[in-house]
């Protein structure tokens, strides 16, 4: 850590004048009483964190902003339920901010409300709290990758003993699947295998990184979180084991590194044992203080959510952020749209890669503004956590929840500008059909595309003219082996979303219609 990075609390509120004077600043998380906008407040490093719950720790804090980047220095104020974060470039702090505004971050599961402080740059008095300064300084040095000069009694940050993590799901009243902890923990770095099985009636994990660091960065930001609101916790200890033995690539168990591997015969989870290797790789029973009953266990939870929804809570989770799920409306508000470029044509099919949209309605007297209904609130969330900030037609579009339930038909009639639309008896809905493989490929916007469905006889120049002509520049293209699928890589995510908006389902004659969607591969 810089010796010129300090950390500490503040005492008296005399000294926080610099603070309270500030105008509202952008708000991270959708707060309604304030209807605050982007330009309020300039992007800074510095973010401010309010309505923190009592009690809380630096370690917490600082756990919010890992995933987005190197944190570079803190300041807590408990008397005010507050924070100071400052993260090592503005880049990271926008990030954390766009993903925030997405979805409602959560400490000991009580929201709280990040934005962006007036301040460029924290200056604190390291002499005022030593183990703010120490906890800022372990952390710092796990990022490093370096071993920690912190007091040992104030953070245990002893230098990891393995990269692989045994990770238990407390209060699992959903599934948990395999993919849903590979995107959850895939934030803090490589992994490269995964073996799931059931004990006790616990599910439980054991999750292997490319290096321990990260495997250490991971335990300390999920350790505790919750996947689900008040529900699905995670509690990840190191495990003994230092290398996992992944005999089949199936819904159980995957070794990323060797896609080659067998699915196997449908083996049950007690065949997942085997994988462990040696008996050694059993794991100890897990004592939390609470007792675990059958109703806990995987198998029971099936049907309580959709795919979409374990999507959706991946997608939040990545954050460490729990999703409200059910009992949320289904309608989005998008707002900050080209008005010129923007149809509910394009939002149906923008908006469609994450769940199906079931209705349009751009706002008559604000027609930067739409509402999208999609099939239910798991949908809305999942959309809302890609889309929000991302830039469509020149213009970076925000995405929140609506207050409203329904998106309403307008009478016969009165719509002559054509600004709503009902979809609810479209034939390209991706999420019909139950066990449909789309609810396995549900990636972030990316400027890789992947294309199927593909006419015999079309050749990659034919491909690349369609893509070129649609405004985009096409940097790279490969055919998968039976030529019906494609990757195809526009210079841009903004392009790449452009080009997945004008050519989902293009019609390329003799009933073959394109099927466009975000790719997690790259060329």
């Known amino acids: 850590m810089d010796g010129d990075?300090?950390?500490?609390?503040?005492?008296?509120?005399?000294?926080?004048?610099?603070?309270?004077?500030?105008?509202?600043?952008?708000?991270?998380?959708?707060?309604?009483?304030?209807?605050?906008?982007?330009?309020?407040?300039?992007?800074?490093?510095?973010?401010?964190i309010r309505k923190l719950p009592n009690e809380v720790s630096e370690t917490e804090v600082i756990a919010l902003g890992l995933p987005f980047g190197k944190v570079t220095n803190i300041l807590m104020l408990k008397g005010k339920n507050q924070a100071f974060l400052e993260l090592g470039t503005e880049e990271a702090a926008i990030t954390m901010v766009?993903?925030?505004?997405?979805?409602?971050?959560?400490?000991?599961?009580?929201?709280?409300?990040?934005?962006?402080?007036?301040?460029?740059?924290?200056?604190?008095?390291?002499?005022?709290?030593?183990?703010?300064?120490?906890?800022?300084?372990?952390v710092s040095a796990v990022q490093d990758g370096s071993s920690p000069s912190s007091d040992p009694g104030v953070l245990d940050l002893a230098p990891p003993p393995s990269p692989v993590l045994r990770i238990i799901i407390d209060n699992m009243f959903y599934p948990v699947t395999l993919d849903v902890l590979q995107q959850i923990f895939s934030k803090f770095g490589t992994v490269m295998k995964i073996i799931t099985f059931t004990k006790n009636n616990q599910f439980q994990a054991l999750l292997q990184f490319s290096d321990p660091v990260n495997a250490q960065q991971a335990k300390l930001s999920l350790d505790g979180q919750n996947i689900y609101n008040s529900c699905c916790t995670?509690?990840?200890?190191?495990?003994?084991?230092?290398?996992?033995?992944?005999?089949?690539?199936?819904?159980?168990?995957?070794?990323?590194?060797?896609?080659?591997?067998?699915?196997?015969?449908?083996?049950?989870?007690?065949?997942?044992?085997?994988?462990?290797?040696?008996?050694?790789?059993a794991l100890a029973s897990y004592s939390s203080g609470g007792g675990y009953s059958s109703s806990l266990s995987l198998?029971?939870?099936?049907?309580?959510?959709?795919?979409?929804?374990?999507?959706?809570?991946?997608?939040?989770?990545?954050?460490r952020v729990a999703l409200s799920?059910?009992?949320?409306?289904?309608?989005?508000?998008?707002?900050?749209?080209?008005?010129?470029?923007?149809?509910?044509?394009?939002?149906?099919?923008?908006?469609?890669?994450?769940?199906?949209?079931?209705?349009?309605?751009?706002?008559?007297?604000?027609?930067?503004?739409?509402?999208?209904?999609?099939?239910?609130?798991?949908q809305a969330q999942l959309a809302m956590s890609h889309l929000n900030g991302q830039k469509v037609f020149g213009k970076v579009m925000r995405v929140t929840l609506s207050k409203h339930q329904t998106v309403a038909l307008p009478r016969e009639g009165l719509d002559?500008?054509?600004?709503?639309?009902?979809?609810?008896?479209?034939?390209?809905?991706r999420f019909k059909k139950p066990g449909s493989k789309n609810f396995q490929n549900i990636f972030p916007p990316s400027a890789t595309l992947h294309l199927s469905n593909v006419r015999d006889g079309v050749g990659e120049d034919d491909l690349r003219l369609l893509f070129s002509n649609s405004g985009g520049t096409v940097k790279a293209f490969k055919f998968f082996q039976d030529r019906k699928m494609a990757l195809i890589q526009m210079t841009s995510v903004e392009e790449a979303i452009q080009t997945l908006m004008d050519l989902h389902n293009y019609d390329m004659g003799g009933n073959h219609h394109l099927k466009v969607s975000f790719s997690k591969s790259t060329i």
Not at 104 to 116: G, K, S
Not at 308 to 319: E, F, P, T, V
Not at 335 to 346: A, C, F, G, K, R
């Open 416 to 429: 002559d500008q054509l600004l709503t639309k009902d979809f609810s008896g479209s034939p390209l809905h």
């Open 299 to 319: 198998s029971q939870g099936g049907g309580a959510i959709s795919p979409l929804s374990a999507a959706a809570a991946a997608a939040a989770a990545a954050g």
């Open 5 to 48: 990075v300090a950390v500490g609390v503040k005492r008296g509120s005399d000294e926080l004048n610099m603070y309270s004077s500030s105008p509202p600043s952008m708000t991270a998380n959708g707060s309604d009483t304030k209807k605050q906008r982007l330009d309020e407040s300039p992007p800074s490093r510095v973010l401010h």
């Open 98 to 138: 766009n993903y925030y505004t997405a979805v409602t971050p959560q400490v000991r599961n009580t929201p709280v409300f990040i934005q962006y402080s007036n301040h460029k740059e924290l200056k604190t008095d390291s002499a005022l709290n030593q183990r703010a300064q120490a906890v800022l300084q372990a």
């Open 325 to 378: 799920g059910s009992g949320v409306s289904g309608v989005l508000l998008a707002s900050n749209l080209n008005e010129e470029m923007v149809t509910p044509q394009s939002l149906f099919t923008l908006f469609g890669v994450y769940g199906d949209v079931q209705r349009v309605k751009i706002l008559y007297n604000k027609k930067d503004s739409a509402l999208i209904q999609l099939s239910d609130g798991n």
């Open 234 to 281: 995670l509690r990840i200890d190191f495990s003994k084991l230092v290398n996992l033995n992944v005999k089949y690539n199936n819904d159980k168990s995957r070794d990323y590194t060797r896609p080659d591997l067998p699915t196997g015969d449908g083996e049950s989870a007690n065949k997942d044992h085997s994988l462990l290797g040696t008996p050694s790789g």
